[in-house]
């Protein structure tokens, strides 16, 4: 009898050519997922993902498993030599290893080789009566069990597994191809670059830093959340750009009121370019709507005028608190609430507008050197790697 985890996907995602893909992906992500547990051997069969924990403990691995986009549901099971008598004493032993003792059961059985000689109904039967005979106090009850426990003789070997335990759903990162995500050192771009991980997009990640308006924590802060993403989104790039000339400039030469506007167009029109350089063709922000001056749709529009390509904002329909509960489940809140100053911060006017003109944007920004600035932020710009690895101290399931 071997222990395994047993691995569900969504099914409606998979219409079409893109089954391989995505089942290729989830197995790969999965097992990039379980890399630092040794002996661990991860395999598609019929639909269903088998980890095979080796000497490893399952529930570390169950709860590493769970994090991983594309995954609908994860049971332990048990595989067992396909023999009747074989797959009754595995049945008892499972129910008996319930966490929680369950007062009622059924049976479902499933018999995809033929050659087995018992059909379902008789599987169900026969375990049926030997979980009554072996589990004192339970009873059946087919309408709505506390455990369905469920039989698949597949070929040579059956399959045993009750609880269910819900996976993160969404779709296997590097499905959706790549974005390029804004992430400053707030709680909502961490949050946004997840939900863009939950739909399949592989993430980079850009951050303006204005050294020395800003401290070096304040940038230790954004690579300590890109490294907390690893956990949902695998290996992923920060790219640190310079911004300190761009703000200094923006200052001395633009209206007060217009500085942030003028700010965010520079960033966008840097993200772009490096999201052109990483061959990733949309952004990502953590911006929702009404939430700060530069939030409103006109802000918004004046923002995004100097780019063609697609900002996806996850955020947008999302209050504060449902924001913030986001990220203390996923592990960037406690990160994200330092104290450090971030870029916007600090060169924040007194009262900046809420309905920025374009004409006025684009007259005001005329004064600025732009091509050499957005250069040269380009060219400054330093790369840093996070690999799941290093989350190591962080979690307790390696
Ligand atoms: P956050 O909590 O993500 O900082 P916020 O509510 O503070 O968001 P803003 O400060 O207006 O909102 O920023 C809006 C978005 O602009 C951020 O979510 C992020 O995507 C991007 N952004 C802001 N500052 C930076 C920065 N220093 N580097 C990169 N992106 C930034
Ligand atoms: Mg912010």
Redesign the pocket.
């Known amino acids: 009898m071997k222990d395994l985890i047993l691995v569900r996907y969504g099914e409606l995602a998979l219409k079409g050519n893109n089954r391989g893909g995505f089942e290729n992906r989830l197995l790969q992500n999965i097992r990039q997922k379980l890399a630092p547990f040794s002996g661990v051997s991860v395999r598609k069969s019929f639909g269903r993902i088998y980890v095979d924990p080796g000497d490893n403990p399952i529930s570390p691995l169950m709860e590493a498993v769970s994090e991983v986009f594309g995954v609908v549901g994860i049971s332990p099971a048990k595989r067992v030599e396909a023999e009747m008598q074989t797959i009754l004493k595995a049945a008892v032993q499972l129910v008996k290893g319930q966490q929680r003792m369950p007062q009622t059961f059924k049976v479902v059985a499933k018999r995809a080789n033929k050659a087995f000689p018992y059909n379902s109904q008789t599987i169900n039967q026969k375990v049926g009566s030997e979980v009554l005979k072996e589990v004192a106090g339970i009873r059946v009850d087919v309408h709505d069990p506390e455990l369905e426990l469920r039989v698949e003789v597949r070929g040579k070997e059956a399959y045993l597994y009750g609880e269910n335990i819900p996976g993160p759903g969404g779709l296997p990162v590097g499905t959706a191809g790549r974005v390029m ?9 961490p949050v ?1 670059g997840y939900l863009a991980l939950k739909r399949g997009a592989s993430l980079e990640a ?4 204005s050294y020395p308006f800003t401290s070096e924590r304040s940038r230790q802060k954004v690579e300590d959340l890109t490294r907390l993403l690893t956990r949902f989104g695998g290996k992923i790039h920060l790219h640190v750009i310079p ?1 300190t000339t761009i703000q200094t400039q923006i200052r001395e030469r633009c209206k007060d009121s217009y500085q942030i506007t003028i700010m ?1 167009r520079m ?1 966008v029109r840097i993200a772009e370019r490096m999201a052109h350089i990483r061959n990733a063709p949309a952004l990502v ?4 709507l009404g ?2 001056a ?2 409103t749709l006109e802000s918004m529009s004046v923002i995004n005028d100097v780019t063609r390509m697609p900002v996806l904002r996850p955020l947008v329909g999302m209050d504060k608190q449902e924001i913030m509960n986001i990220a203390k489940q996923i592990g960037t809140y406690e990160t ?1 609430i330092l104290p450090y100053e ?3 911060t600090v060169f924040q006017p007194k009262s900046p507008v809420t309905r920025p003109k374009l004409d006025l944007s684009r007259e005001l920004e005329s004064r600025l050197d732009m091509e050499t600035l957005l250069e040269e932020a380009v060219h400054g710009a330093e790369r840093i790697s996070f690999n799941p690895d290093q989350l190591k101290k962080e979690f307790s399931y390696f």
């Open positions: 995500l804004m992430l400053s050192g707030g709680i909502d771009s946004a850009v951050h303006f830093h911004f965010r960033m922000t953590g911006e929702s939430q700060v530069s939030q994200s971030d870029c916007c």
